[in-house]
Structures are given as C-alpha cells and as structure tokens.
C-alpha cells in the first residue's frame, strides 16, 4: 500500500503523526511538508539502505521491526533554515512500527 506521512510546522517546531505509526512490510511511504522540504534519518529499515529519505521520494519498508526516526524541515528562506528533532523537540520523531 501506497502511503503519505504529512508532517508540519507549527510554532518553528517540527510535528510528526502521532507515534507509533503502523506500517506492513512490502508498504511503500512518501513524507511531506507544505511548509518546506522535509528529510527523515532512520536506522537503516529499507531494502536499499540507505537511512534518509528526502522531500517527496517513495521509499519501501523491507523488514519487519520498530524504527525511531528523526524528521527536519528546510523553511524557505531567504534565508533558508534547517529545524527538527533534538533531544528537547521529540515531537520531531517518532517511532515506525512495521509488521510483517
């Protein structure tokens, strides 16, 4: 299945959905934001291995298994500016639980 994970900006704080989102293998997921161009650093769950995944690409969860991931957004400028998950702004991350 096809799937679109809508993140905001609210405040110059990065929001992902609501954490644990739930995704079945073989799902292929596309992140967005209206605000500016999303990046999203997991820990390695695709068949190809890469660990980020930029504004708008598809990508397919291969594996079963839980996934943190950090979400940052490029505001448009000028000039232009990076905000998103620290350790004080969880709300820019969250967890992926993928089932087989």
């Known amino acids: 299945m096809d799937r679109e994970i809508i993140v ?3 405040n110059d704080e990065v929001i ?4 644990p989102i739930f995704i ?5 997921v596309r992140y967005t934001c209206q605000q500016g161009a999303v990046e999203i650093v ?3 769950p695709f068949s190809n291995a890469r660990d980020v995944i ?5 990508r397919e969860f291969a ?3 839980d996934f943190f ?3 940052f957004v490029t505001l448009p400028g000028p000039p232009e500016r990076k ?5 004080t702004k969880p709300n820019a991350g969250g967890v992926h639980d993928v089932r087989p």
């Open 42 to 44: 997991f820990e390695l």
């Open 63 to 65: 594996r079963a298994g």
């Open 16 to 19: 992902m959905p609501a954490s």
């Open 54 to 58: 930029s504004d708008g690409e598809s």
């Open 83 to 87: 905000i998103g998950w620290t350790p």
């Open 24 to 28: 079945t293998t073989g799902d292929t």
């Open 8 to 10: 905001t900006v609210v």
């Open 69 to 71: 991931c950090k979400c």
